[in-house]
Structure formats: structure tokens, C-alpha cells
């Protein structure tokens, strides 16, 4: 009796075989010149190979919903370390100093 | 929580109902050194936190006394500069991570978690052991960097001082910070899986005590605020070990990413020192009022509120640090929302008491001395939120005095009175009560006059971290002192009658205090080593008293 | 990964016809729960390596977003190619160590000592090329610490790439690099961007390092599991420490995943053209 049934071993391969076209692919898109699309595409990449790894190396995909939901918490709070950590450096706008006063009041 | 089946006289379901001598218990079953110190029963590891935790309290507590008296007068003239900012950077350290952090839920939490929730450990008890052991490695580190040398950073470690500036013992401590940090990770994840897979037949979420909802919400922060505290510890050793100016401006580095990711865990674990309290005061209210809490469900989802909203307003405390004041305005908004959970939990507590039978048990002197000091913490924080007021209130006394209304009055106050409820439970004995109602009037007026001069020290402008100040604040600052030295015997005097009671305390039935939940009707006093004889079904919801009728702290045996 | 209690090996029987009792611990009702406890505890510590890589994520997102141009220039240094070779090593070592876990679903004992040992063997190979990136990278002075010098590591790297290097080459397992000449240290002194590139190169090695020692613990991990596997300890009742260290490696591959193209691949089309 095993707790749960394991999958077709075709599967295994097929995945490897997807992440490493994925990998090419990252790499080739990388060396072109893309612009502001170069960090969305790879990143985009790396989200996809990461989500064959989350639901099917590490069963994911059959596992329970407290599973999904504990993925689902703990990048939810790095999502929040990251954007709001923005919302400091974003609105700094320190390079601009305020305009000098042109009378000097020093004695 | 009683089955319905169990209409009785609160005596306990199982045999005999009293916590006998001869009968088998948790604590007398085996005794040798390694049955305590390899052991993987949750209630032993419980007692094992409660010892190192106390001792922890009383150093935290020694240290105060080095700060209190040197406030004694204007002039710094008690210990150097140096040693008084050793002195506060101690007493935060052990404070905030050896006693407040781990104090109700490694104590109270190991405890009781299993046994409210109708199992026999939680689901890894090596792991329990190992986070005990874990802890010990932590404080051994920390006590090593004070004994020789201490560290003068502020518990907050803020960069560049802790990273370039400072010749003391920065490393060290981090070090065992680190470590310690495990234990409380371990603690966490055991807690959730214990709540989430080994809950009793019945026993659904709605049927939980609120104190395990408390403690549910808790272990979820530990668990995701930890690490990053863990990392940030990581990045001032490596940056005191190789100058590569992650922190340092010189080199490029920013000083407030340090502050960013260091009050990203900070922050939360405030929560993890309050959350257990308010759960803690839950189950005294109700017992005490001899009704079901009022607002169940509003309690438990303000509980897991707090927990979420936790993570988004840590900012708050860099108001003055050079935070764009965007992000300030951001932050100040959130941080008004993280206070409305809270206070659903004081109007509900209010609610719960109006028309029960209420009694003034001790535990229940703490319980309304909670109340009291939380609500004025609570609101306090709401002036240090509020941007515009922070920008003349940050580091100065007012914020000292929040947060210790707050974690003092509220979560010491809190587990004091957790201590007292549970005592009977753990050891079979029961405390005397007139000592521990004086020890509750002593902390309560003692905390008060400590503390609240405090707030007007500070709103006139006393900055903190300072060992000397202008004349005109001394007189505050005796009352301060004075109000220190009523506190410290409040403090000190449960030690003497809770232990004592431990071993020779009148012997108290499975239930003295005629509560609802399962860890007082179908356990005996002391507990068995397994708990329970056999699961206990749960088929009503908790806090139903009209079956349960108070039975007095001791039995006619 | 708990460790539940011991019990006497099954030697590969077929365990219901021995019961329940030799794969349940005392405090479980039932294997199924066993099993579901195991497998949310591993996830909840998987949480909190989210986590703890998380607070360098944030850094390196930080610093990136201030310094991008010297930071596309500090990645252009390191290897894209040697990389993505390095990656694909690390997702066979996932694979194998999937089929590790499959075999203990299976409960096939022997079976999950070999893929463990593939996945050792896959893993150190990833080490082996780290470290001889790392090799290079000493020669580059690029290392963040006081030897740190970005005027030479963009010399010599343009050299490299041109293969106008006039360097020899730097033989043997030893970390050797040629003292940096004193004009390159004023150089440096001078130039604000080189602070921004150490930090670029701190973060990456930070990470990698942070990366690589979560691997070597896992050799370790995966090497006690060989054992008790190999003694019989696990069935198809019982296998979840095999699938918690499985969990484990899948998610160093999961970080690794996100660092190539964060670290390597960032400043990769300043190259391409050459």
C-alpha cells in the first residue's frame, strides 16, 4: 500500500527535458539586446521552470490545498518584502535638492 | 469543552480525579537526568523553557536595575557612558529574544497546545527537544559575548555603529541571535502541524480555544519573519568580518536596507509577544466570567489579522531615518489598520465580562491589569504611528513607555497570569492565593508608576538611550525608579511562592478553576505522561459553562 | 525532516502483512497522518528558506535597481554559458533525486540509495564547476573583500573575451591571482562605480555561497538517508524523510533557478556581438 501513487517516470524525463529548453531559451533571449523587456522575459522564464519544479518534481500538482496555501503565504510575504521596500526607494528622489535660498543669512 | 456525556462535577473525566502522589503522572514517572534532558514529552520540554526563560527574566531585569539607577540622578555618575549603553543593549537583547519571545508559547504553548487539542505531544517532539537545545546554544553565545565585554550597539543593531564603528562584541551576539532564531522557527512549525493535522475527532476550527488560535497566528509569523532576521544578522557579520559596505555609505552601501530588513522580522515579532497574551487572556476572561467569549469567531480572525497585517507596516519605526516621506505617509496609513484587530479583541473581552459571574481570582487580577495596560499601550502606539507626532516622539522616552505598556503590562502580565491559571495544572499543587493577589496589585501599581511618567518624560522631549539628561526631568525619573523597585518585587515574589507551591502546594483538583477546555476536564493534575487515556471526542463548543460548575482550589479528597 | 522514533527494520518486507506498528510513531493516530504532518512540516521549513534567501533577494533587488548600469557590467564578467551548463547539471540532480522519491513511493529500497547517489554525484559536479568559476574570479580580483579591483577585472575580462590575454594561465586546483599594480588601486580609489561593482560581486557571491552550502548540507542530509535506506528503514508506509529531503533539493534547484538569470544573465548582451 503506498500513501501515494507514484508518477509515470516519462514525466520526470519530459520535465527535464522542458527545463532545459527553457534554460537555452533564457540564455539565448539574454544575450540579445532587449531592453526593459530583458528582466520581465527572464524572470517570466524563470517562473515558468520554477512552477514545473514546484507542481511536479515536488508534487505540488496532486498535493493538498494547505500545501498550495502555505506556497501561497510565504511568497505572498516575500511579494511584500520586495514591492514595499520599493516604496521607499522609488520616491526618494534625493539626487534633487531643494533650490538654495539666494540670500545667504550667514553672519 | 465538554462532551456531552460528561456532565460532572469538574473533577475530570478520567479515574481518579485527584493529582495523587501515588498516581502516575508526567513528572513523577521517571526522574533520572536524562529523562529531563532527552525527554520528548511536550510537558517536560515546557518546564525546561520555564526555568531558562525565568533565569533570562531575572538577568533582563538586573540589567534594568544598572539603567534605572543610573537615572537616579542628572549627571551620568553610576556607570561610565559605555557600560550603561552595554546595560540597555543587554536588557533589550535578552529581554526581547530570551524571555519575550519564547516566554508563553515554549512555555505555556508546549504545555497546553496538545493538551487542548485532545493529542499526546505535538507532531515532532525531537524537534521540541532540539529547539530546546537550540535555544540553550543561542543564549550560551549571547551570555559568552556580555560576560566578556558586552555589546553597545542597542538591541537594534543599526548599521554603520554595529558593522564599522563599534569595538565590541557584535559578532558574538549575532551570532547567538542567529541560533536562536531556529528555536523559535522549530517551535512554530511544530505548533502549525499540531494544530492543523492532530486536532481530536470533533474538534474543528471553530471548536478550537482561542488561546490555540493565539498561538496558531504566532507560529505563522515566526515561521515567515524569522529568516529574514536570520539573513540580516548574516549580512552585519559579514560585513564586520569583510568591510564589503552592504551597510556602509562609504562603499556605496545604505544604511536604511539594514533597518528595512531588520524591523521586516522586528516588527512581527512584536506580534509574536502579544498574540500569545491576548490568547492567554481570552481563557481567563472567559473561565473568570464564567461565560463563553464573546465574539468567538471575530476573536479568532482578528487573531490571524493581526498576523497578516503584522508584515506590512514595519516602516513605521524608520520614520526618522531618511525614509522617503512617501513611503512614511504609506507606512503610517497601514499601521492605523493593524490596530482595529486589537481592538475588536478589547471590546470583546468587555463584552464577555458585562452580566458574567465574575470573580477576582489572581490569575484574574492579571487578566484585568491586561486590560488596562494594553489598551493604554495599544493606544499610545497609535500616537507614534501618526507621522507627524512620531517625527517628535521617535527615540524619545514616550516610545519606551509604549512599548513596555505594551510587551510589560501586556505580555509579562500576560504570561504571569498564565503561570498562575496553569500552575495547578502542571504541578497538582496550588499556589497561595494571598501572596499572588498582592504579587498582581504589586505589578500592576509598580508598572504604573514605572512607566507612566514615562510618556510625559518623553513627550517633553528625554531622549532615550541616554544615561544623563537635563535637571528638570529628575523628578520623573525618580518616580520612574521608584515604581522600578515595586515592580521588581511583584516580579520577584511568585518565584518564591510558585515554586514552593510546585512542591509543596496544597494539592489542587483536575479542574479548580471549573474551565471548559479540554486540557482541564479529561486531564488530570498533574498530567499523565501520554495526556490522555483514550482521544477524547469533542462533540460541543468550547467555553460551554452549563456543564462545568466551579469546583474551589482544593478537593475534599 | 523529523526523524522519527527508531524502529527494527522491515528489510523490505511487505508491510501490511507486518501491521502498522514498525512505520508509525507512538503519538500518530495512523501512517496517513504521519505522512501529512512529515510532509507539512518539511513545507513550513521550506517557508522559511523562502525566506531566509528572500532578505538577499531584496538586497540584490535594491542595489540592482540603484546601480543598473555597473551592475549590467559586473554580471558581463561572469560566464553565461558555464552557467547555464552548471543549471542543467542541477536539474538532472533534481530528476535524480525525483526518482529517489519515487522509488521509496514504490518502496524499493536499493533503488533510492543508487538516484541519491547520482544526485550527489550530479551535485558535485555543480560544485566542481562553481569552483572553477570561482577560480577564474580570484584571478579577476573580483572577490569583494580588500583585494577587490574593478579597473583590472574589466581589463583583464576584455582581454579574456578577446583572448588578447597576456596573462598565463592559472593552473591547478590553487586560488592564485597576480598582485594588482598600484596604478589600478588609484584607479579604482577614483572611481565610484568600482564600490557599485563590489557590491554587485558581494551579493553574488553571498548567494551562491549561501546557494552552495545548502547543497553541501544536503549532501550530508541525503548521505544519512542512504543509510537508513540502505538498511531498509523506509517503505512504501514510511518513506517521508526520503520525500522531505527531496522537498529540500528541489528547492536549491528552485533558488538556483532565479539566480542565473538575476547573476549571469543580467549583463549578458553587452557581450553578444563580439
Request: glycine letters at 8%.
Amino acid at each position: 500500500m503506498s500513501l501515494h501513487p507514484p508518477a509515470p517516470a516519462w514525466t520526470y524525463w519530459a520535465n527535464f527535458l522542458t527545463l532545459c529548453v527553457l534554460t537555452v531559451v533564457t540564455w539565448f533571449t539574454a544575450c540579445q539586446d532587449l531592453g526593459v523587456m530583458s528582466t520581465p522575459i527572464a524572470l517570466g522564464i524563470a517562473v515558468i521552470k520554477a512552477g514545473l519544479v514546484v507542481l511536479f518534481f515536488m508534487h505540488v500538482w496532486e498535493s493538498t490545498p494547505l500545501t498550495k496555501l502555505v506556497i501561497f503565504a510565504s511568497l505572498f510575504i516575500l511579494t511584500v518584502l520586495l514591492t514595499f521596500l520599493f516604496t521607499d526607494y522609488m520616491t526618494r528622489n534625493y539626487d534633487v535638492l531643494p533650490p538654495v535660498p539666494a540670500v545667504s543669512s550667514r553672519v | 469543552m465538554s462532551t456531552m456525556l460528561d456532565v460532572k462535577t469538574g473533577s475530570g473525566a478520567v479515574g481518579a480525579s485527584v493529582g495523587h502522589d501515588s498516581k502516575v503522572n508526567y513528572l513523577n514517572h521517571v526522574n533520572t537526568a536524562a529523562s529531563w534532558f532527552l525527554t520528548l514529552d511536550h510537558k517536560r520540554i515546557a518546564l525546561l523553557y520555564l526555568v531558562v526563560t525565568s533565569f533570562m527574566f531575572v538577568l533582563g531585569g538586573a540589567y534594568a536595575g544598572v539603567i534605572r539607577a543610573e537615572l537616579i540622578t542628572p549627571k551620568g555618575d553610576f556607570v561610565s557612558s559605555d557600560f550603561y549603553n552595554k546595560s540597555f543593549t543587554a536588557h533589550g537583547v535578552i529581554m526581547v529574544f530570551f524571555v519575550l519571545i519564547p516566554a508563553i508559547p515554549s512555555v505555556i504553548g508546549n504545555f497546553c497546545l496538545p493538551l487542548m487539542l485532545g493529542a499526546k505531544d505535538v507532531a515532532f517532539p525531537r524537534i521540541n527537544l532540539i529547539s530546546w537545545y537550540v535555544y540553550m546554544a543561542g543564549a550560551s553565545f549571547t551570555l559568552f559575548a556580555l560576560i566578556s565585554g558586552g555589546v553597545d550597539s542597542g538591541w537594534t543593531f543599526y548599521t554603520p555603529l554595529s558593522t564599522t564603528y563599534l569595538n565590541s562584541n557584535v559578532m558574538a551576539t549575532a551570532t547567538g541571535l542567529f541560533i536562536l532564531g531556529f528555536a523559535s522557527i522549530l517551535t512554530g512549525l511544530n505548533f502549525i502541524v499540531t494544530i492543523h493535522r492532530m486536532r481530536s475527532p470533533g474538534l474543528t476550527w471553530f471548536r478550537l480555544p482561542l488561546f490555540v488560535w493565539a498561538i496558531y497566528a504566532t507560529s505563522v509569523i515566526q515561521l515567515l519573519g524569522t529568516p529574514v532576521i536570520a539573513i540580516t544578522l548574516a549580512l552585519v557579520g559579514v560585513e564586520r568580518a569583510l568591510g564589503v559596505g552592504i551597510f556602509d555609505p562609504r562603499l556605496g552601501g545604505d544604511p536604511i536596507l539594514y533597518q528595512h530588513l531588520f524591523w521586516f522580522y522586528s516588527h512581527p515579532a512584536v506580534y509574536i509577544m502579544i498574540l500569545p497574551a491576548l490568547g492567554v487572556t481570552n481563557e481567563l476572561i472567559s473561565t473568570f466570567s464564567r461565560k463563553p467569549v464573546f465574539g468567538y469567531t471575530m476573536i479568532a480572525g482578528s487573531s490571524i489579522a493581526i498576523a497578516v497585517f503584522s508584515f506590512i507596516v514595519w516602516a513605521h519605526h524608520m520614520f526618522t531615518s531618511g525614509l522617503s516621506p512617501y513611503a512614511a505617509m504609506f507606512f503610517s496609513l497601514l499601521t492605523f489598520s493593524v490596530a482595529i484587530p486589537s481592538g475588536i479583541k478589547v471590546f470583546s473581552w468587555l463584552a464577555t465580562l458585562f452580566q458574567g459571574s465574575i470573580s477576582f481570582d489572581s490569575p484574574m487580577l492579571f487578566a484585568y491589569s491586561f486590560i488596562g495596560l494594553f489598551t493604554i499601550g495599544g493606544m499610545t502606539g497609535l500616537f507614534l504611528s501618526t507621522l507627524g507626532t512620531d517625527i517628535h516622539m521617535h527615540d524619545t522616552y514616550f516610545v519606551v513607555a509604549h512599548f513596555h505598556y505594551v510587551m510589560v503590562g501586556g505580555t509579562i502580565v500576560g504570561y504571569l497570569g498564565a503561570l498562575h491559571f496553569w500552575w495547578p495544572k502542571m504541578f497538582g499543587r496550588m499556589y497561595a492565593e494571598f501572596p499572588a493577589k498582592i504579587s498582581a496589585i504589586l505589578v500592576f501599581v509598580g508598572f504604573n508608576l514605572t512607566f507612566f511618567p514615562q510618556f510625559l518624560l518623553g513627550y517633553m522631549g528625554m531622549p532615550r538611550r541616554y544615561h544623563e539628561y537635563p535637571a528638570e526631568f529628575q523628578v520623573l525619573n525618580l518616580f520612574s525608579t521608584a515604581g522600578a523597585l515595586v515592580l521588581g518585587v511583584g516580579y520577584i515574589m511568585p518565584i518564591f511562592y510558585l515554586t514552593w507551591a510546585a512542591f509543596f502546594g496544597k494539592k489542587a483538583s483536575s479542574n479548580p478553576w471549573g474551565a471548559t477546555t479540554l486540557d482541564w476536564t479529561h486531564t488530570e493534575s498533574p498530567p499523565s505522561p501520554h495526556n490522555f487515556e483514550s482521544t477524547p471526542v469533542v462533540t460541543a463548543d468550547p467555553y460551554d459553562y452549563r456543564v462545568i460548575q466551579k469546583e474551589g482550589a482544593l478537593v475534599a479528597h | 525532516m523529523s526523524l522519527t522514533e527508531k524502529h527494527a527494520p522491515t528489510k523490505g518486507h511487505d508491510d501490511a502483512s507486518h501491521g502498522h506498528d514498525h512505520d508509525l510513531a507512538h503519538h500518530f493516530d495512523n501512517v496517513e497522518q504521519q505522512h501529512d504532518a512529515g510532509n507539512l512540516g518539511m513545507w513550513m521549513f521550506l517557508t522559511t528558506e523562502v525566506l531566509f534567501f528572500g532578505g538577499l533577494f531584496a538586497a540584490y533587488t535594491i542595489y540592482r535597481y540603484k546601480f543598473e548600469k555597473v551592475f549590467e557590467q559586473a554580471s558581463n564578467i561572469l560566464d553565461p554559458l558555464l552557467g547555464g551548463v552548471n543549471t542543467i547539471v542541477l536539474i538532472f540532480s533534481s530528476v535524480t533525486m525525483a526518482f529517489a522519491v519515487r522509488s521509496a513511493q514504490q518502496g524499493k529500497s536499493k533503488a533510492i540509495v543508487a538516484w541519491l547517489a547520482a544526485t550527489i554525484v550530479f551535485g558535485s559536479m555543480f560544485l566542481g564547476i562553481k569552483y572553477f568559476e570561482w577560480k577564474h574570479d580570484a584571478t579577476l580580483h573580483v572577490f569583494p573583500t580588500s583585494d577587490f579591483n574593478w579597473t583590472w577585472a574589466r581589463e583583464k575580462h576584455a582581454e579574456h573575451e578577446h583572448h588578447e590575454s597576456h596573462e598565463p594561465e592559472m593552473r591547478g586546483l590553487v586560488f592564485n591571482s597576480p598582485k594588482v599594480p598600484q596604478s589600478y588601486i588609484d584607479k579604482d580609489s577614483k572611481n565610484p562605480e568600482a564600490k557599485q561593482a563590489r557590491l554587485f560581486f558581494f551579493l553574488y557571491f553571498m548567494m551562491t555561497s549561501l546557494h552552495a552550502a545548502h547543497m553541501v548540507i544536503g549532501f550530508g542530509i541525503m548521505a544519512v538517508i542512504m543509510i537508513y535506506a540502505w538498511n531498509g528503514f523506509y517503505s512504501a508506509n514510511y518513506y517521508v524523510p526520503v520525500e522531505s529531503v527531496g522537498l529540500y533539493w528541489h528547492f536549491v534547484d528552485l533558488v538556483w533557478i532565479f539566480l542565473y538569470p538575476l547573476l549571469y544573465l543580467l549583463g549578458a548582451h553587452l557581450s553578444a556581438g563580439h
